[in-house]
């Protein structure tokens, strides 16, 4: 074990605050890159869902209407419906 001095104390300080700086600095890049990515999906599959036929949508539980908020938010299931 190497013994500790000022100067490592400083010398790991000064890799904290490199670190800290690098991680707040990306974490907005990687936040905006998780936004687009989801939106990017939302977009693709509010496309495929939007080229099918009246019936074919009928037959997975939703309207052409409810493509959008299907897309988001999921479909509410026939269970919660009922109550």
Do not use: C
């Not at 100067?7 to 936004?35: G, M, N, Q, W, Y």
């Not at 997975?60 to 988001?72: C, N, P, T």
């Amino acid at each position: 074990m190497t013994p500790h001095t000022a100067r490592t104390f400083v010398e790991d300080a000064t890799v904290k605050r490199r670190t800290t700086l690098i991680a707040s600095t990306l974490h907005p890049v990687v936040t905006l890159a998780a936004v687009l990515s989801r939106e990017v999906r939302f977009r693709r599959d509010q496309y495929a869902l939007s080229t099918m036929d009246d019936h074919l949508l009928s037959d997975i539980g939703i309207g052409r209407s409810q493509i959008d908020s299907a897309v988001r938010n999921g479909r509410i299931s026939s269970w919660t419906e009922k109550v």
